[in-house]
T-cell receptor
Framework: TQLLEQSPQFLSIQEGENLTVYCNSS?????LQWYRQEPGEGPVLLVT?????EVKKLKRLTFQFGDARKDSSLHITAAQPGDTGLYLC??????????????FGQGTTLQVKP | NAGVTQTPKFQVLKTGQSMTLQCAQD?????MYWYRQDPGMGLRLIYY???????DKGEVPNGYNVSRLNKREFSLRLESAAPSQTSVYFC????????????FGEGSRLTVL
């Protein structure tokens, strides 16, 4: 069974601190996505990584796809209260063809205190 | 832009009652999905539709039925609700499966007593 495991599950930090969230699997994924979800809303896509070793930056957020395409990380520099939310990684289910059937990690809840 | 619209946003049911969650998207996407979200479990796929008239099971289809009425609309029906179906349900759609952005609705919070 393909699984995506995120760590930590919960993170509470002060504004200005740096943090890293991990998304790990024993399975190879053709691509991985990161979503952010705020309370009462649906997830919103932050980034898609498709190449092993790929690094993408989105302002203060840096995303990395592992060389073996089994893991990914999200690093936030100088976190701000607006970064608060649930962060989810997701990848296509193996053998599902090009259907968009995604497997999601259980999520990391980030709280950034002013 | 409306994007993905779900109704109702909140619903309370008694065990054994039935209901339908409605979803519509205005982005001309072929692929649509129903997910459920439970604490500590991320999102799990219930059903998927690649196009009008076609549907396919996801990870947790038991107790649910779906209908892809046309390209815009994808409904989820609970025939006989159970407490285990208490959850937040999300409808989503995408233009490019697997690597494209999945657009989600705001969610429907369902409680089964």
């Amino acid at each position: 069974t393909q699984l995506l495991e995120q760590s930590p599950q919960f993170l509470s930090i002060q504004e200005g601190e740096n943090l890293t969230v991990y998304c790990n699997s024993s399975s190879v994924f053709s691509s991985l996505q990161w979503y952010r979800q705020e309370p009462g809303e649906g997830p919103v896509l932050l980034v898609t990584v498709v190449t092993g070793g790929e690094v993408k930056k989105l302002k203060r957020l840096t995303f990395q796809f592992g060389d073996a395409r089994k893991d990914s990380s999200l690093h936030i520099t100088a976190a701000q209260p607006g970064d608060t939310g649930l962060y989810l990684c997701a990848g296509p289910k193996s053998g599902s063809g090009n259907t968009g059937k995604l497997i999601f990690g259980q999520g990391t809840t980030l709280q950034v205190k002013p | 832009n409306a994007g993905v619209t779900q109704t109702p946003k909140f619903q309370v049911l008694k065990t054994g009652q039935s209901m339908t969650l409605q979803c519509a998207q205005d982005m001309n996407h072929n692929s649509m999905y129903w997910y459920r979200q439970d604490p500590g479990m991320g999102l799990r796929l219930i059903y998927y539709s690649a196009s009008e008239g076609t549907t396919d099971k996801g990870e947790v289809p038991n107790g649910y039925n779906v209908s892809r009425l046309n390209k815009r609309e994808f409904s989820l029906r609970l025939e006989s609700a159970a407490p285990s179906q208490t959850s937040v349900y999300f409808c989503a759609s995408t233009l490019v499966p697997d690597t494209g952005e999945l657009f989600f609705g705001e969610g429907s919070r369902l409680t089964v007593l």
